[in-house]
């Protein structure tokens, strides 16, 4: 799967951006920033930006700590994503098969 790269992303026309259906707000692609499209919102998921993704969950939206219990229950979670990917031999820092570093793949198309 190719994935935008910044460079790319900023010539984009951003007129075609989905928006919140909470605040109408333009939300950005997935792996870009706001550097790369200045004045959108990140994607929180059910095409809603953060805001109005934490208000739709009764949540407020300039809490942005995390309960100790939840800390606990994602630690496990991603120690046994970590146990599964030892387990399939994968080393920690990640495995870069099928995959070429950016700087080689904007080489390429150059
Ligand atoms: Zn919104």
Known sequence: MLHLVPALASETDTTELPRCKGCNAEIRPHRTTEADFPGTSASWGNNQCRLCDYEAC?????????????????????????????????????????????????????
């Open 58 to 110: 009764g949540k407020d939206p300039a809490d942005r700590f995390i309960s100790v219990e939840r800390v606990g229950y994602l630690s496990s979670i991603r120690a046994g994503i970590e146990s599964d990917r030892q387990r399939r031999g994968i080393p920690a820092e990640g495995s870069l098969a099928g995959r070429i570093p950016i700087t080689e793949f904007l080489a390429q198309i150059s």
